[in-house]
Structure formats: C-alpha cells, structure tokens
C-alpha cells in the first residue's frame, strides 16, 4: 500500500476512535496522529506542486508548436492578386525608396502603390504606377536617378511587399510620400499646400 494512503487511513483512524471513546484515547496519542495527517498532506502538496512546475515548460511548448502548425498551415493569402513581373517591379520600387528603412516603411512604400492602382485616379497596373510621368516628370524618383535599377532587393523587401498584398497596410489611404530631408523645398511646398498630410514615419511623409 501506498506510504501517503497509509499515513491517511491510519490518522483518520485515529481520530475515529477518538471522537467515538474519548476517554481511551490519550491526548498524546491524537497529536501524534494530526501531525502524520499533516505531514502526509503537506508531502502531497511538494508532490503536486513539483508535477505541476515540472510540465509547465512541456505545456507551453506543446502550445507554441499548436501555434506554429495553425500558422504553417493555414499561410496569409493575398487579397491583391498581381503577376511575377508586377511582383519583382513593386520589391525593387520598395528597396529604392526605403533601402535604409525597417520592414514597416517599406510596407508604407508598398501601400502607397497598391493605393494608387486601385484608386481609379492612377494607371491600372503595377507597372504602370511605378514608371507614370506626370508632365513629364516621374512619380517616384528612383526610376529617373537609377536608384531603381542598381538596387539589391532584400529579402524583407519581399517579405514586405507580400504582407502588403496579404492587406497589411499602415497607409490610412495615402497616395503619396514624400522625404523632406532631402527633397526639392519646391516639391514639399506644393505637397503641403495641394494635398492633406496624413502622418509622418522615419523620414517620410504621406498625404492624400
């Protein structure tokens, strides 16, 4: 049988018999009784509470691989659906503008695209966003200083143009950014005073 049962069986026992004859039973006798019951109890409760700290880690380990494998299986989709070469053209217009930028202002880049071609008030494609003149001057620079064609696309760039189709957007509907630090004082000008500025985040700044 096991010790701690054993311990029980035997205090309630004791007490038993005591509540029943009283008058047999020696006041030493019940305390030693109520110390055993005390002592198998608080053995039990080390016991349990070592079971219980030992499987915490497995637990949580248990349900982070729960989550991994929701995640792995059921990937982001795109709500935006556009073709490898529109893809490839929005990483590198992304890279160009936000090369020096974390993951969240290149995502704010890729944003902005999106924004204009489905906008109706821009050219209907990627492509056609990316490289649009307006009496003749270039919506985004890089395509006119090379920066576009020299740049190394990173891998966050990709990563965050597909969070942009998947509908990750910080824009509020921007249509336009600007970096002031080192844009033409005109060009901010005109910025400010034709549209609505929205926000600004690590140097740039957007408007509707």
């Known amino acids: 049988m096991d010790n701690r049962l054993y311990l029980r069986l035997a ?5 038993l018999i ?11 006798t019940l305390e030693t009784g109520l110390q055993e019951l005390s002592v198998a109890e608080s053995y039990e409760t080390i016991l349990d509470k070592k079971i219980a700290s030992e499987a ?21 989709k795109r709500i935006y659906h556009i073709s490898d070469t529109d893809f490839n053209i929005l990483s590198r217009i ?25 906008s109706g008030e821009f050219p209907d494609s990627i492509e056609g966003v990316v490289f649009q003149r307006e009496n ?6 890089p395509t006119a200083d090379g920066r576009y064609y020299s740049v190394h696309v990173t891998e966050s760039s990709k990563e965050s143009v597909e969070r942009a189709l998947t509908g990750e957007d910080y824009s509020e509907g921007a249509l336009y950014f600007v970096e002031r ?14 549209l609505t500025k929205l926000f600004e985040y690590q140097g740039h700044a957007f408007y509707k």
């Open 181 to 194: 630090s080192i844009a033409d004082p005109d060009n901010v000008s005109w910025f400010d005073s034709a």
């Open 18 to 28: 005591a509540a029943a004859v009283p008058v047999t039973i020696s006041a030493k």
């Open 11 to 15: 205090s309630v026992s004791i007490l």
């Open 94 to 118: 992304v890279e160009a503008e936000a090369t020096d930028k974390d993951i969240k202002s290149k995502i704010l880049v890729a944003n902005v695209v999106l924004n204009r071609w489905k």
């Open 56 to 76: 915490e880690p497995l637990q949580k380990s248990l349900e982070q691989i729960d989550v991994m494998a929701k995640i792995s299986s059921f990937p982001a």
């Open 136 to 141: 003749g001057a270039v919506q985004f620079s």
